[in-house]
């Protein structure tokens, strides 16, 4: 969500990971941006690596990207809100002398942002409750700046994603909160399935909601990411929650970039999009019970315009004859049928709907026609890589089958060196004119279409060691 800090998938201009990873609004969680060619990012800041019940955990948070949900749910409990102890004390006495952190540079940064938080609306009391003391840390800073150099393919990120331990995980849950979720589904009228999905990959069904105090956290990210605008934003958002009386400083914990609950919500996510489902006073995503985490996560889908029982996608066949430069493109069902696409055994496709034509391991690999509900997922988590691991794990969960077509598993996505070279081999073929910066945008993969073209390949884009080694010739 832009509810989705661009945070487990699971980091932009290539990875994508589990943890609990085009811009959107607002996601849940930091955003990763997949990498061209199907790969995922495998950077933290969307969602650091984990293990999640021998699975591993990744998320898309490490380069993350409201509306509020009109008619479906008040973005905050129309009943009088409880006020945390932690700020009923701060308000009763005067604000405590500022602690200082033992750290010049983040202490003249607090002082700093104290000024622009009090002049954003937040009150003296929370301020003094939620920041003396405070101190950065700077393990957070190591995990942001350490990146791992190679992405991960998509293959092995749906073998994690959706194991056969998850699937057996989803269903037990599917069973055990029948209740609530028939509850929500009315309500909100999203896919049960799909809000399963989303609560297995992000937490590993609230296993791995994070232990991070969030506005230490946050402050750290704040004062010395590359992205500090951002987690401002979120650290503001922060303290907003914690003066709505939702939530205490002390109790406000997630993971180390700033996503929280039990469907990894940013903060500014959870101001927009949060739902107190039960009408006690407080939207908690904070606790053991998922209650109000699995209603906020249906009210984001919805508002974001989920259509309730249909696909997110279908697999289909391509005919011999197709034209792999068609990948990437929409068009309505009848003319995706008309061009010759079928949908694999067992599959069933719309009469009609926009649909757009992915190859998410190239041509090599299956082929997959997605829908509105696939954008719809991405406004969660805009990866491609996530959209299709919660799709398919949703169909999993309601006993649909694998995927038929194969991946390519005897290759792998490139490394950021690696990706430089091919776009200075594209340089020197005459198709690329960009920056040799290994990161693959539009211009990288127009020119890989048209190198491949000329060589006699099938001009679908997908960046990969076998094209690379290819264009070593």
């Keep these: 969500m832009d509810l ?3 945070f487990l998938w699971l980091c932009a201009a290539c990875l994508l990971p589990v943890d609990a ?34 699975e591993e955990r990744e998320t898309t948070r490490s380069l993350a990207r409201s509306a509020t949900l009109a008619g479906l749910a008040p973005a905050s409990s129309r009943l009088p809100q409880a006020r945390p102890l932690a700020l009923a004390r ?58 791992p150099e190679f992405s991960r393919s998509i293959w092995e990120y749906l073998d994690s994603a959706v194991s056969q331990t998850r699937i057996a995980n989803g269903q037990r849950a599917l069973r055990e909160h029948r209740r609530l979720l028939d509850e929500i589904e009315a309500r909100y009228n999203v896919d049960r399935e799909v809000v399963v999905a989303v609560w297995g990959l992000e937490s590993s069904f609230g296993t791995l909601r994070g232990r991070t105090p969030i506005i230490p956290a946050l402050a750290t990210l704040a004062m010395s990411s590359r992205r500090a605008d951002f987690y401002e934003e979120q650290l503001i958002g922060a303290l907003r929650i914690i003066q709505s009386g939702d939530v205490d400083p002390s109790h406000m914990v997630g993971s180390w970039a700033g996503a929280m609950g039990h469907t990894q919500f940013i903060p500014t996510s959870y101001l927009a999009y949060a739902v107190d489902f039960r009408g006690d006073g407080r939207r908690d995503i904070w606790s053991d019970d998922p209650t109000d985490s699995l209603a906020s996560t249906a009210a984001y889908l919805a508002s974001h315009g989920w259509q309730r029982g249909q696909p997110w996608g279908v697999e289909v066949v391509i005919p011999g004859n197709f034209n792999p430069r068609l990948a990437n493109t929409s068009r309505d069902v009848a003319e995706w049928r008309r061009l010759g696409l079928e949908p694999q055994r067992g599959a069933t496709l719309p009469r009609s709907g926009e649909a757009t034509l992915l190859f998410p391991a190239g041509s090599r690999g ?33 006993g649909g089958g694998g995927f038929v077509g194969s991946w390519p598993r005897d290759d792998r996505p490139l490394s950021r060196t690696e990706r430089e070279e091919l776009q200075r081999i594209l340089a020197r073929a005459g198709h690329y004119d960009g920056t040799i910066d290994g990161r693959v945008g539009q211009g990288t993969l127009s020119a890989v279409r048209d190198w491949q073209a000329q060589n006699g390949l099938p001009p679908d884009g997908y960046v990969s060691l076998a094209l690379l080694q290819r264009m070593r010739r």
Excluded: C, M
């Design 4 to 6: 989705r800090a661009g």
């Design 21 to 54: 990873g085009a811009n959107v609004d607002r996601s849940p969680r930091p955003q990763g941006r997949p990498i061209a060619g199907g790969t995922v990012a495998l950077t933290p800041p969307t969602r650091a690596a984990t293990p999640i019940e021998g």
């Design 90 to 147: 701060a308000t009763r006495a005067s604000a405590p002398a500022v602690t200082a952190s033992g750290n010049a540079d983040f202490d003249r940064w607090l002082a700093g942002f104290r000024t622009r938080a009090r002049q954003a609306g937040i009150a003296e009391r929370v301020l003094a409750a939620s920041l003396d003391g405070i101190r950065p840390n700077s393990e957070i800073l190591q995990r942001e700046a350490h990146q």
């Design 366 to 398: 299956p082929a997959i026609l997605a829908f509105q509900n696939f954008r719809t997922i991405k406004r969660y988590n805009n990866a491609d890589a996530y959209a299709i691991a919660i799709g398919h794990l949703a169909d999993r969960l309601r």
